[in-house]
């Protein structure tokens, strides 16, 4: 599986952004897909994951402002992120594991795509 993440760009804070992630292959619809983030300096950390069953995860800091829908008809997971804060700003990556190993662990994924930039100003 390959994933191609975009939709990343400057908004200001309060402002929304929606990030897309298509994944190629034959399977998508039996793949937990996750979001996270990193920012210089820093660790790269769980945003958010939706699992094949719909059930859906978030870290706290972006809970009641980001979603996390999928669409498995064309293998697309996408991340709404409303009410954006500067602490918001980070390069955000999409990723992707069959099943549900785990939900907030990097290590649990085995697909990963390119980063996308979000930058949010004050």
């Known amino acids: 599986v390959q994933l191609q993440a975009s939709g990343g760009g400057l908004v200001q804070s309060g402002g929304s952004l929606r990030l897309s992630c298509v994944a190629s292959g034959r399977t998508f619809i039996d793949h937990t897909m996750g979001w996270f983030r990193q920012t210089p300096g820093k660790e790269r950390e769980f945003v958010a994951a939706i699992t094949w069953r719909r059930n859906t995860y978030y870290t706290d800091s972006v809970e009641g402002r980001f979603t996390i829908p999928r669409d498995n008809a064309k293998k697309t997971v996408y991340l709404q992120m409303n009410s954006l804060k500067p602490e918001d700003t980070a390069v955000y990556y999409c990723?992707?594991?069959?099943?549900?190993?785990?939900?907030?662990?990097?290590?649990?994924?085995?697909?990963w795509g390119q980063g996308t930039l979000v930058t949010v100003s004050s």
């Open positions: 990723a992707g594991q069959r099943g549900v190993r785990g939900i907030r662990n990097e290590n649990d994924y085995a697909y």
